[in-house]
């Protein structure tokens, strides 16, 4: 079409974290959005003479309205206008955006090369990351090999493991089972009762205070405390806790023979057994000194990143932890909870770049597996804990950690990882062999956003003030003037609303539909009463 507008997309970086993004589709541009709403809206109404969905572009806008049609078709791409527009210009969203519409195409033949939808999206977004280089970076860690020790603790585990009870003609210590009845009473009233309950002493999970109160205790014995509850629908509250001692069996461990190795492994022999042990002590040891490197690494990496978070993120995050602990108003868990919140999303945001980073891929088949350790975990079947991530959106979440996870390792390659003899780490024999030309982030790197501070609304707010004062009075504007004036105030107020939600909205209730008629209305083409008709007839032609 001739004489077409063509007007850039434009970005203004208010702050670190908050861009300004004006976005202008043309009316050649808009076109095929247009005539696809229309072709949606055929189906839906009624006009006589027509079947639905056969009547032609001019009598649809005749019976309702090219206002109308325009509308719906913002609506419904208003949204991939803006998801463009932040791709061009490489801005990853990370709030609900606030959106301004500025102008509305006309779609009218020969006024489509003067006019455009142009609108004004605000939002919070990633700031930009300078990431520091893991190069620079040393790292000292334990990974000696594993002592006698290590190999007599790893044999003690597993005796454990063929263990065999009898009863204790002593008093109970730790590492005893004992098997006893508890009554929790708060007052006179009875709020538990648990028989026959099987109890390892010393693993201290259960109530407070417990553990102690049974050191020493023998069968027959009644031992009392008074301790919080841990769960129910008296969680938290003080109570006196009641235990009957119906026995204490003592774990025996079998003899270390060439039976017990053959009975628990596949050797035939003590010392063979002994032997493995050791590997298997001396692997878990190194495993164990590379994951404190990689704690170290990412306490190094944080420590050196320097970038803002986006506020609105944070307090939503905040927000929602103390509503699910039902602490809205409560400052001082507020306290609590933020910095706490403001690290991890910070870990977050930086790993995240250094997979980017890296291009770092998660694949299939590697999802899957996760999800699957993830199931065994909490103890839930694999397929229906796939099944509930996934219908709660959480897969993607997932495949983010995973992601995490490997940009960390990538990044741990690149430091120098040495133990207390100054001899580098091998880290393969952990993680496997290095993928082969993997990408290098550009590290250290400036920020290149230019960054234009928003202007203090009190001191425009001053200097209008200032203005108005050297003006003359100004006559008291006709009445429909002035509704003109508020119906433009009102269509400025409505759009500002977040794009998503702009364009799911139903057609009834769309806040756009008002915004484009009080634009009219402002500019003076479109007469109240005639809006009022127009908001009418759309209704009927909806069945409303």
């Known amino acids: 079409m001739s004489g077409e507008i063509s007007v850039k997309n434009s970005v203004e970086y208010l702050s670190e974290t908050h861009a300004k993004l004006d976005i202008a589709v043309s009316a050649a541009e808009f ?24 009547a032609p572009l001019r009598v649809l806008e005749a019976n309702i309205g090219r206002g109308y049609l325009i509308e719906e078709a913002i609506n419904e ?64 860690v334990t990974a000696g090999a594993a002592g006698e020790e290590d190999i007599e603790a790893a044999l003690t585990d597993l005796r454990k493991r063929f263990a065999t009870l009898s009863n204790a003609e002593r008093p109970a210590v730790d590492g005893d089972y004992l098997n006893i009845d508890l009554v929790a009473k708060i007052g006179e009233e009875e709020v538990d009762d648990m028989q026959g309950v099987s109890y390892l002493l010393g693993s201290e999970n259960m109530l407070e205070g417990q553990d102690e109160a049974l050191q020493g205790a023998k069968a027959g014995d009644v031992v009392t405390f008074t301790s919080k509850l841990a769960g129910g629908e008296h969680a938290g509250a003080e109570a006196e806790v009641s235990i009957t001692v119906n026995s204490v069996k003592e774990s025996v461990l079998p003899d270390v023979d060439d039976d017990f190795a053959q009975l628990a492994s596949e050797f035939d022999t003590v010392a063979e057994l002994r032997e493995d042990l050791e590997k298997s002590a ?38 929602h932890q103390l509503q699910n602990e039902g602490k809205e108003d409560d400052a001082e868990r507020k306290a609590e909870l933020l910095p706490e919140i ?17 291009d770092i891929t998660v694949e299939q088949n590697e999802l899957l597996n996760f999800l699957v350790q993830q199931a065994q975990m909490y103890g839930m079947d694999p397929n229906q804990f796939i099944q509930a991530a996934a219908q709660s959106n959480q897969i993607n979440a997932f495949a983010g950690e995973m992601a995490r996870n490997k940009a960390i390792i990538s990044a741990l390659r690149l430091a ?78 409505a759009a500002k609303q977040p794009a998503k939600q702009a364009a799911v909205e139903a057609p009834a209730k769309s806040a756009l539909k008002a915004d484009w008629i009080a634009y009219r209305v402002a500019k003076g083409d479109l007469g109240e009463a005639e809006a009022k008709k127009l908001t009418k007839e759309q209704l009927i032609n909806f069945g409303e």
């Open 31 to 54: 076109q095929p959005a247009y005539q696809k709403a229309a072709k949606q809206l055929a189906k839906k109404v009624n006009i006589p003479g027509f079947r639905p969905g056969k």
């Open 77 to 140: 791409n208003l949204d991939s206008y803006y998801q463009s527009a932040a791709e061009e210009f490489g801005i990853k969203p990370m709030a609900r955006p606030e959106v301004s519409i500025n102008q509305v195409p006309e779609m009218s033949g020969a006024a489509d090369d003067k006019t455009e939808l142009n609108f004004t999206v605000e939002v919070d977004i990633r700031p930009e990351i300078s990431l520091p280089d893991p190069r620079e970076i040393k790292i000292e």
């Open 282 to 319: 001396t692997k878990q040891k190194k495993t164990e000194a590379v994951v404190s490197a990689q704690q170290k690494l990412i306490d190094e990496l944080m420590a050196k990143a320097d970038f803002p978070l986006p506020e609105s993120v944070v307090e939503e995050e905040l927000n």
């Open 342 to 358: 403001e690290k991890q999303l910070r870990l977050q945001l930086l790993l995240d770049e250094y997979a980017i980073g890296f």
């Open 416 to 493: 120098q990882v040495v133990d207390e003899s100054g001899a580098a780490v091998d880290l393969d024999e952990v993680f496997g062999e290095a993928p082969e030309a993997e990408k290098l982030p550009e590290f250290n790197k400036k920020p290149s956003r230019k960054i234009t501070p928003a202007k203090k609304p009190a001191a425009k707010k001053d200097a209008a003030k200032k203005a108005d004062a050297k003006k003359p009075a100004a006559k008291k504007a006709p009445a429909k003037e002035k509704a003109s004036a508020d119906k433009a105030k009102a269509a400025k107020k």
